[in-house]
């Protein structure tokens, strides 16, 4: 893909534009009780769309949304070189015992390993995590909390418009970072790629103080119809079961009744 600037007009619309409301509520807004809403943004057509409008600004914890980011960053410091170098166990034995081993960047971002990164986020350093978020205009740029917690549980916060406008600026190269970079990312981000159908993306779940939950799925979907840009925000005073598989299904209902996704057969 070659690089190119981001239009004025798109700019324009991601930060001012009226979001038009899609009327359907996703049933699994109803059958799980949460709260949220659903921004999609259709690149060709530069048009808005969210279920629960009033909310596409409201800005929450990312969590490992940020993955996305802090990936970008480590390899364009050269933390990290590619998507097979080595990110190090901390020899802490955990639950998840997925995560008790060496992992590449790319198998540590799919199954969102936190301690991997939390350690690239620490190699990283806060000076520099600062002064990309700033470069990026990444949220609210807040970096307290600590240089390996500061999205997980310390201030920094984004709503779901800006994560689209971040996320476009990845796809369209406009970040202020070299091209390789945005390419080894924007491929480790892919999920899904069937019958001309690509989808790129992360999810997030945040525990707040309290017990309650931020659930994220933030993303774009590539068709031969065009690209179009998604972000899910979730929360739950007191997350059930279903809140994991919450955060991708609303996504999902909302891309299927758009005709941008295949619903199940």
Same mark, same amino acid.
């Given at each position: 893909?070659?690089?190119?600037?981001?239009?004025?007009?798109?700019?324009?619309?991601?930060?001012?534009?009226?979001?038009?409301?899609?009327?359907?509520?996703?049933?699994?807004?109803?059958?799980?009780?949460?709260?949220?809403?659903?921004?999609?943004?259709?690149?060709?057509?530069?048009?808005?769309?969210?279920?629960?409008?009033?909310?596409?600004?409201?800005?929450?914890?990312?969590?490992?949304?940020?993955?996305?980011?802090?990936?970008?960053?480590?390899?364009?410091?050269?933390?990290?070189?590619?998507?097979?170098?080595?990110?190090?166990?901390?020899?802490?034995?955990?639950?998840?015992?997925?995560?008790?081993?060496?992992?590449?960047?790319?198998?540590?971002?799919?199954?969102?390993?936190?301690?991997?990164?939390?350690?690239?986020?620490?190699?990283?350093?806060?000076?520099?995590?600062?002064?990309?978020?700033?470069?990026?205009?990444?949220?609210?740029?807040?970096?307290?909390?600590?240089?390996?917690?500061?999205?997980?549980?310390?201030?920094?916060?984004?709503?779901? %418009?800006?994560?689209? &406008?971040?996320? @476009?600026?990845?796809? !369209?190269?406009? *970040?202020?970072?070299?091209?390789?970079?945005?390419?080894t990312v924007r491929h480790i981000m892919k999920v899904e790629d069937d019958a001309g159908i690509t989808i790129r993306g992360k999810t997030?779940?945040?525990?707040?103080?309290?017990?309650?939950?931020?659930?994220?799925?933030?993303?774009?979907?590539?068709?031969?119809?065009?690209t179009f840009f998604f972000a899910s925000m979730i929360e739950d005073g007191a997350p059930r079961p279903s809140f994991g598989s919450a %955060?991708?299904?609303? &996504?999902?209902? @909302?891309?299927?009744? !758009?005709?941008? *996704?295949?619903?199940?057969?």
């Open positions: 893909m070659a690089a190119f600037s981001l239009p004025s007009h798109v700019l324009c619309q991601l930060s001012q534009h009226p979001v038009d409301s899609i009327p359907t509520v996703p049933p699994t807004f109803d059958s799980t009780g949460v709260r949220g809403t659903v921004l999609v943004y259709a690149l060709r057509a530069g048009r808005l769309l969210a279920t629960h409008p009033s909310m596409v600004d409201e800005r929450r914890i990312p969590a490992s949304t940020f993955k996305i980011a802090n990936a970008l960053i480590a390899l364009e410091k050269g933390t990290i070189h590619d998507e097979q170098s080595v990110l190090p166990w901390d020899s802490v034995v955990r639950p998840r015992v997925e995560l008790n081993r060496d992992l590449d960047l790319a198998t540590a971002f799919r199954i969102s390993a936190v301690p991997h990164f939390q350690h690239l986020a620490r190699s990283v350093g806060m000076t520099e995590m600062h002064r990309y978020l700033r470069l990026f205009e990444y949220g609210n740029q807040d970096t307290s909390g600590g240089v390996d917690r500061f999205w997980l549980s310390g201030g920094l916060r984004i709503s779901p %418009r800006e994560q689209i &406008a971040f996320l @476009v600026r990845l796809y !369209l190269e406009d *970040l202020p970072l070299q091209s390789v970079t945005m390419q997030g779940w945040a525990l707040l103080q309290g017990g309650g939950g931020v659930g994220w799925w933030v993303g774009w979907v590539q068709t031969e119809s065009g %955060r991708i299904r609303v &996504a999902r209902e @909302v891309l299927e009744g !758009l005709g941008i *996704l295949r619903g199940p057969e």
